[in-house]
């Protein structure tokens, strides 16, 4: 037996645990080994946003992959802005920066539109066929549809992924007394917040009329909100990771509205037409000025004093100092750290088991049945058409392999970011689905696919997101009205693409019409709606919704 042999028993052993059986690991393993023999030695650069799934990739697997193969990976981790900035860079120029990028599925509508990446359906059935492994198993991935282009190719492979959920302290919504306090004031039980009436609610009532020693808490106060507001890339993924489709701005539809997206853009006949209301979009419709300006007040009226001038990375572990009652808009990547896990933290017990639970993302007053409920982030393995040869075989062997059945629970183990259905329905998490607060339990719901990511419509992600936190800055900081920033937004997604020439479905924008035209069209955008009435679900009785009882 050869070293790299050696090094695929040795590894399997260590990649526990697995869905596979040892001998099935080893398996796996020996055909990475086998068929990596012409590309021995081939150098690839791949890069990642950083969080704790990739880090582990890239100090554990990659050199795993290295020692079994011979093929040379180095597994960069830099800031996603960067991330996006180098890949836009890439596809300006045409010059390659990367071999191959973790890159968000959010991207699907730019690698459409612009023929950026390698089609990996054609690809498998053809050139790549040899160097594809017998047990990929994509029916085993979890929404692959993410990455396929309209015809249901895949052009980008999930490599881990990550939704935002609602967050709350299950140990103070069942207080008796805390319980009894706010049907006192409100008049209605406190329990999971179906829609953002009953939010603003209970983070007021949190906020005023909770202190820290009626939670038992060690903090200054007791905050019924949590968010950010800091200038830069991450405000925007605040709002274009469906906020505004959370509200209901868009249309019904999954895995997006249709024709009108989250982002507020319409496409008709895969070709984006407009965002403004003038010409058929929703980004300034009455919605998304209700959207945000719930998420300026609440930000300014709930949420720590500290939240306004955090970014995205600084505010995920915040509720895990005991302060804060819920979080409409968690990303559970956060939730794997220790802060929420360790049997130290102020949100776990003596055994480290959760004193918090995850739950549905509450809905706006816009929102209709048949939309998406909330966002998920799908970062995938995509290979830009610039990597060729040896390097592009070499590249795809190195994302199989680090999604690959053998380490794909070990991954979610230590990242919270899973990949395959047979991952969150193993016996391994059905024997512990209490240590995550009900992440296996969504997971596993029938569900899960109404939280989904940006889709198509989005004709170039990086050059129309960048735009989002520039003007909800200046919604934050008073510089603008919330009017005025969301206007100034849908006219400047108008004119960058109004200006994009693009090799497939490049925009054209509508002609110019009232808003009183639009607003009267069924759909989005959407006329102003009255208030909705607070509704609230308990827990439990939500957990048997999700198992389908």
Excluded at 409 to 431: A, D, H
Aim: glycine share 8%.
């Amino acid at each position: 037996m050869n070293d790299r042999k050696r090094a695929a028993v040795k590894y399997a052993m260590e990649f526990q645990p697995s869905v596979l059986t040892l001998k099935e690991q080893i398996d796996e393993l020996m055909w990475f080994a086998e068929n990596a023999e012409q590309l021995r030695g081939t150098d690839v650069e791949s890069v990642a946003e950083t969080i704790k799934t990739h880090t582990w990739e890239s100090e554990t697997l990659a050199q795993a992959f290295t020692e079994i193969t011979g093929i040379n990976v180095t597994h960069n981790i830099i800031g996603e802005g960067d991330l996006v900035e180098k890949l836009q860079t890439q596809l300006a120029s045409g010059r390659s920066v990367y071999d191959i990028y973790v890159n968000d599925a959010d991207l699907i509508g730019t690698h459409i539109r612009l023929q950026s990446a390698v089609n990996l359906t054609d690809y498998m059935n053809g050139a790549g066929s040899e160097f594809t492994n017998p047990t990929l198993d994509l029916d085993d991935w979890m929404n692959p549809e993410f990455g396929q282009n309209f015809e249901g190719e895949q052009l980008q492979l999930p490599d881990q992924q990550f939704a935002n959920l609602y967050w709350f302290r299950y140990d103070w919504f069942n207080d008796p007394e805390i319980k009894e306090q706010f049907r006192n004031e409100y008049g209605y039980e406190l329990g999971v917040p179906r829609n953002w009436a009953a939010y603003e609610d209970i983070a007021e009532f949190f906020t005023e009329s909770v202190s820290p020693s009626d939670v038992g808490a060690e903090t200054d106060g007791v905050y019924g909100h949590m968010d950010y507001g800091r200038r830069g890339p991450s405000l925007g993924w605040r709002f274009t990771d469906a906020w505004l489709s959370i509200a209901g701005a868009g249309d019904k539809g999954l895995p997006n509205g249709r024709p009108v997206d989250e982002w507020g853009i319409r496409v008709e006949d895969r070709i984006p037409v407009g965002s403004s209301v003038d010409r058929g979009g929703a980004t300034n419709s009455p919605a998304a000025y209700y959207a945000t300006r719930k998420y300026v007040n609440w930000l300014n009226d709930y949420a720590p004093p500290y939240a306004p001038s955090m970014s995205w990375s600084e505010a995920g572990p915040v509720p895990s100092r005991g302060s804060v009652a819920q979080r409409v808009f968690q990303y559970i990547t956060f939730l794997s750290a220790e802060p929420f896990t360790s049997p130290e933290s102020a949100v776990t017990d003596d055994e480290g088991n959760p004193k918090w639970r995850v739950a549905p993302t509450p809905h706006g007053r816009y929102w209709d049945e048949g939309m998406k409920v909330g966002y998920q982030d799908a970062g995938s393995w995509t290979i830009p058409k610039q990597t060729t040869g040896d390097k592009r075989h070499a590249a795809w062997m190195w994302a199989q392999f680090a999604s690959s059945k053998t380490v794909s629970l070990n991954k979610f183990n230590v990242g919270r970011t899973p990949v395959r259905s047979s991952t969150v329905n193993s016996e391994y998490w059905q024997e512990r689905e209490g240590d995550l607060g009900g992440l296996i339990s969504f997971y596993t719901s029938p569900v899960e696919d109404q939280w989904t990511d940006s889709g198509k419509n989005v004709p170039h992600y990086p050059l129309l997101a960048e735009q989002w936190w520039k003007q909800v800055a200046s919604a934050v900081t008073g510089e603008k009205t919330v009017k005025q920033a969301m206007n100034d937004l849908a006219s400047i997604q108008n004119s960058l693409m109004d200006r994009l020439r693009m090799a497939q479905y490049s925009p054209e924008l509508n002609e110019e019409r009232t808003r009183e035209y639009w607003l009267n069209q069924p759909g989005a955008p959407k006329a102003e709606r009255s208030p909705e009435e607070p509704e609230t679900v308990p827990y439990d009785e939500l957990l048997k919704q999700w198992e389908g009882e």
